[in-house]
């Protein structure tokens, strides 16, 4: 994959991430939820923690580790993308998936020390955490890593004698 198409999928992840987070904040109040389908509301929430709202606390020290640390990990993602070969498409794929996302919720960390959340899914009474296009686009750039750690062939497996 060329590096143009892999920073580009990087950089579509955080401006879909931001238009969709502003315009929930523009729609909605802190909290305020709206019906999307019996399973599925846009729900406005702010989390100051990190994935499942971790360490969820307005205000506190965890706005500057979480922003130095999706800067380190979105710089070092920036390195390795611009390393990947041209064959390793599907490995480009989910970093730039991930650099994407992660650089979609730093931009809300360190401007406003909080992610902004707009994603529900419930059913009956339990809910699953509130989240936005950026964790999305993490998760299933981080399910493609998965796969490809576990999954793909090495070039030299197909041919080994036992």
Sequence with gaps: MPQFLRFGIAIVCVVLDQITKQAAERALELHEAIEVLPVFNIALAYNYGAAFSFLNVPGGAQRWLFTGISLV????????????????????????????????NLIDRAAFGYVIDFIQVHYNNSYFPTFNIADS???????????LTFFEKKPDESNQDD
């Design 137 to 147: 686009a993490i998760f299933c750039g981080t399910v493609l890593l998965l796969f």
């Design 73 to 104: 990990v979105s710089l070092l993602l920036i390195v390795w993308l611009y390393r990947l070969t041209m064959a390793e498409k599907w490995l480009s794929l989910s970093f730039a998936l991930i650099l994407g996302g992660a650089v979609g």
